[in-house]
């Protein structure tokens, strides 16, 4: 049979059908695209985080990089940090305003605190900042508590967390007394923590996951996980004295029982 175009009922009813998808049709691609999205986004996340990782090993090596140049400046001493001073929290620079000319050759050193204003600290220590976050933390944009103006910092400087420590062998500078260590003194460079991965604090010391390790904020997250966050596949990515960056496996960061106290990393002499 055929309609008044010339055309058959079959003709029609093919041509109908093969306008689009099926409902039955279209749920199996949907299925078929779920399917991949499933085996891909693992492989797609793995090869992000690897990707953040290593750029922020090549940021930890600016680090190093600028370290050994302060060095050089100040009779081979390596940096002091905030603590100092007497405990005048907000008349001590930080080791992040010593580096600033060194991220900035056109910025001279200064005492951060005498600036006008807090405009000023901050638009001073943001200098570096901007250049070196991880790319793996997600609360960069928010303000640290470590005042100045700063928003969050992502890596911290080792020191020895009092005199005792220090005298010991322990860390790169006292923050009781202002002390800091020669390169000359260190007996493995190579194998001796400068910078770490961080969260919100400034400085590490040897035994501090393990002190915050109990401590908890209002919504239940530790104060030891929130300051040292595990960002990074390879475990936490850091600076040696000697300026070179490599991971640190994360049980030696936390060491609960404290089995690897005298490992050297965490030993200057």
């Known amino acids: 049979m055929k309609n ?14 093969t306008k689009g998808f099926t409902l039955v049709e279209l749920l199996v691609v949907i299925s078929i695209i779920a399917v991949l999205l499933s085996i891909l986004m693992p492989s797609l996340n793995r090869a992000r985080s690897q990707a953040k990782q290593i750029t922020c090993l090549n940021l930890t090596k600016q680090f190093g990089t600028m370290v050994l140049l302060y060095t050089q400046d100040n009779d ?16 001590t620079n930080s080791w992040y305003s010593n580096l600033t000319p060194y991220f900035d050759s056109s ?3 200064t005492d951060v605190w005498n600036l006008e204003d807090y405009d000023a600290m901050t638009k001073y220590n943001n200098i570096w ?41 322990f860390g790169l500078a006292d923050w009781a007394t202002g002390q800091s260590r020669s390169v000359a003194e260190l007996k493995r460079a190579s194998e001796t923590l400068v910078f770490m991965d961080s969260r919100d604090t400034e400085y590490f010391y ?13 919504d239940g997250m530790r104060q030891a996980d929130w300051m040292f966050p595990e ?4 475990g936490y990515l850091a600076t040696f004295a000697d300026g070179h960056s490599a991971p640190v496996d994360t049980k030696k960061i936390q060491d609960s029982e ?8 965490w030993r200057a002499k």
């Open 107 to 109: 910025k001279k050193s």
């Open 258 to 265: 404290q089995k690897f106290i005298n490992d050297w990393i």
């Open 4 to 17: 008044s175009g010339g055309c058959s009922m079959q003709n029609v009813v093919k041509s109908k059908m």
């Open 129 to 169: 900042l901007k250049k070196l976050q991880c790319p793996a933390e997600r609360n960069v944009d928010t303000k640290t508590a470590m005042g100045q103006g700063l928003k969050k910092l992502t890596y911290a400087y080792m020191i020895g967390a009092h005199a005792q420590a220090y005298n010991q062998g």
């Open 76 to 91: 081979g001493k390596y940096l002091l940090g905030r603590w100092y001073n007497k405990g005048q929290f907000d008349k």
């Open 206 to 218: 040897s035994t501090m996951y393990q002190r915050l390790y109990a401590a908890k904020y209002p």
């Open 231 to 234: 960002r990074h596949p390879a």
